[in-house]
């Protein structure tokens, strides 16, 4: 039902400058694969076959990796190398992938309307900030289980989880009412709220399943933190006039916008990757 995954990548990535001045940060790798591909291939377990990806200036590489590489796959073939593309061929077989571009940063808000050409007005769809690296070892992935809760309630759900309250600040923050397990109906969200005003520790983070009358809200929603238009306040809107869930997902998220966090997910991985090898 949900088929198409848009992917805002349009952003600077000024925490990881140099890294990120001619290269996107979403291509910076965790082991030996670059943060957007893990949100690809979550889309993908969700159930997702079309890839939207809103991308700006200087984010070629984006598109280039989503393709086939001739040149380089003719010279590995028939070596023990080839292996290490099977990933992503299997990715590039399975899923289309549609581009647009966000000219300047208006917001997040802005970067999903922008994707409204790419995934229609028809159709619910999901959104995954490549970032934000979630993984669950127990089960289904965070997306996986967003659309499983889609089909029950039929309304936008936003991921969230709970945070220390001195770090509220950097996110949108929700107020609900519980309606079961881990399951959250919306009453208003705010985004980065300072400490002392932050409705509740239940921070939003980069996984929404929105409906497509989400456009028409964020139409009509004003700039606001940091003069942009911010999806949580259109999502607050909706919330408002029809209904939003926030759902506590199972797993863990590393915040792979910041160094400590790409270094803890760089660490998860690779010991990941240790026991699987020893096995
Ligand atoms: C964005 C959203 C924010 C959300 C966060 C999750 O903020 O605006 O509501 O909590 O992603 O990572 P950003 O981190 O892009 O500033």
Redesign the pocket.
Same mark, same amino acid.
């Given at each position: 039902m949900i088929k198409a995954c848009l992917f805002p990548a349009a952003g600077y990535g000024t925490r990881f400058l140099p890294a990120t001045k001619a290269m996107p940060k979403e291509m910076l790798p965790i082991l030996t694969k670059p943060l957007i591909q893990y949100g690809v291939e979550e889309a993908m377990e969700a159930g997702c076959n079309i890839m939207s990806i809103i991308t700006g200036r200087g984010k070629r590489a984006i598109t280039d990796h989503f393709d086939i590489s001739y040149e380089l796959e003719h010279q590995i073939q028939g070596s023990d190398k080839e292996k290490m593309l099977a990933d992503i061929r299997h990715i590039i077989d399975k899923c289309t992938f549609t581009y647009t571009r966000q000219n300047e940063m208006k917001g %997040?808000g802005d970067a999903i309307y922008k994707g409204r050409v790419l995934v229609g007005e028809a159709n619910p769809f999901a959104v995954v %900030?490549a @970032? @934000?690296l979630c993984v669950n070892s127990k089960g289904d992935g965070i997306l996986k289980q967003m659309v499983k809760l889609y089909e029950k309630y039929k309304c936008c759900v936003v991921a969230c989880m709970e945070v220390p309250t001195a770090e509220v600040n950097k996110? #949108?923050v929700i107020e609900g009412n519980k309606i079961e397990d881990g399951v959250y109906m919306v009453s208003n969200m705010v985004?980065k709220p300072d400490i002392d005003k932050a409705p509740s520790n239940l921070?939003? *983070?980069?996984r929404y399943i929105l409906t497509p009358d989400i456009f028409s809200v964020i139409k009509e929603t004003k700039p606001g933190k940091n003069g942009e238009l911010? *999806?949580?306040d259109a999502l607050c809107t909706q919330a408002q006039k029809g209904m939003v869930i926030a759902y506590k997902f199972k797993g863990t998220r590393f915040d792979c #916008?910041s160094v400590d966090g790409f270094v803890e997910a760089t660490n998860y991985f690779y010991d990941l990757e240790k026991k699987k090898n020893k096995k």
């Open positions: %997040l %900030l @970032d @934000d996110y #949108g985004e921070a939003v *983070i980069g911010q *999806i949580t #916008g």
